[in-house]
């Protein structure tokens, strides 16, 4: 009975002749951990923004409201305090609207500059990485080519 043959040596000899470069696969994971920073601070302070413009218009509702709360002596003077509410409400809603649309904007620039930027990286080690696998990989045909023909 034959023994089938063993593709172990085979395998590993091959491998050997066209070797992997880990290093370009770590400086890819260190490029993209860069840049996960990056987008993950500018989220960050997207929402720390918010969340004070929100508590900001929070507070100067409540205030208002305690203005339009107090008794009056006259039917009137209701009115006149919820126009008044009214009016401050669409001000501030206005105004609060606004700081928001800045912070979207200020996010907006800020991650078009970061991919921009993350672009120009992964280009440059792409770059570099085939480049290096290219004169290996030149390097390891002509080895086998000078083994071969002997």
Do not use: C, N
């Not at 260190?30 to 923004?49: D, R």
């Not at 809603?93 to 907006?108: C, G, L, P, R, T």
């Amino acid at each position: 009975m034959q023994k089938p043959q063993d593709f172990t040596k085979v395998m590993q000899d091959m491998m050997a002749a066209f070797p992997v470069d880990a290093s370009a696969m770590q400086d890819a994971f260190k490029t993209q951990a860069a840049m996960t920073e990056k987008m993950a601070k500018v989220a960050l302070e997207a929402a720390e923004k918010s969340t004070e413009i929100s508590s900001r218009w929070t507070k100067d509702t409540i205030a208002k409201i305690g203005a339009l709360a107090k008794a009056k002596d006259e039917p009137t003077e209701y009115t006149k305090a919820m126009t008044d509410f009214a009016s401050a409400a669409a001000e501030m809603a206005a105004e609060h609207m606004a700081a928001f649309a800045e912070v979207a904007k200020k996010v907006q620039m800020e991650t078009v500059e970061l991919m921009m930027a993350a672009g120009k990286d992964f280009s440059e080690d792409a770059t570099a990485a085939v480049k290096k696998a290219t004169a290996e990989a030149t390097t390891a045909a002509k080895k086998a080519t000078a083994t071969a023909a002997k």
